[in-house]
């Protein structure tokens, strides 16, 4: 990566985010951030330099820098991105850790938050802008939508398909040919063994929905 990153969120993932680029010697120029508050302070050497919406740096995107969102809230996740796409015409870029395995057969999108020891298998596809924590594993043929959410530890098996917008909690095992359905949400160490819902959340072993 040529360009420097200028990274959109300072709180959460933007900390890991910040070490990815770091350890595969990318510059990051520095954070947007909403939160007035963190404006001027630094990140390991790194400055907060305004706000999300600042056309002073956005103007930078696509000409002089690559942007990348940090952001764990989906809908404002969704609100940067689709501003950067129309705004600068540009798509967020990955950022993937080193200790990262991804299958030479497997297909990822754009913007995709990729942290230490995920595991992607053959023929798996990830869609855009999906954040996927520590030591998730997701096996052979697993599909996941766009704006997803894997959380640590958490194993998804061969031919599971979690669509666009699905929260998946830490620890969690998602049985090989379950479908997570759009806006779920599983919680953490779940085992789920049977088809989510659009939009319904679920819990336990077997995980179960909750009313």
């Known amino acids: 990566m ?28 520095g954070f947007l951030e909403e939160d007035e508050k963190l404006h001027g302070t630094e990140i390991n050497t790194v400055t907060v330099l ?5 056309e002073g740096f956005l103007k930078l995107i696509g000409q002089k820098a690559e942007a990348f969102v940090a952001v764990d809230d989906t809908k ?10 129309e705004n600068r015409k540009v798509q967020p870029v990955n950022a993937i850790h080193q200790t990262a395995y ?11 938050f990729i942290n230490a020891k995920v595991n992607i298998g053959t023929a798996a596809t990830i869609g ?34 979690i ?10 095992t998602i049985i090989s040919g379950v479908t997570i359905g759009k806006n779920s949400r599983v919680g953490a160490g779940s085992v789920v063994i049977s088809t ?3 939009g319904e959340t679920v ?3 077997p995980a179960a929905k909750v009313k």
């Open 102 to 112: 991804i299958s030479t057969d497997a297909t990822i999108g754009h913007g995709n």
């Open 2 to 29: 040529e360009k420097p990153i200028i990274i959109f969120g300072a709180k959460g993932i933007a900390y890991p985010a910040l070490e990815i680029f770091n350890s595969n010697n990318v510059v990051v120029f």
């Open 163 to 172: 669509e666009d917008g699905a929260f998946i909690g830490s620890g969690v």
């Open 203 to 205: 819990f336990g072993n």
């Open 128 to 161: 855009s802008h999906c954040i996927l924590h520590s030591g998730a594993i997701i096996d052979h043929n697993a599909k996941l939508g766009d704006f997803v959410q894997v959380g640590a530890g958490s194993i998804i098996n061969a031919e599971v398909t």
């Open 50 to 54: 305004g706000n999300t919406e600042d």
């Open 76 to 85: 404002y996740r969704k609100f940067l991105v689709e501003m950067l796409q």
């Open 196 to 198: 989510v819902s659009n």
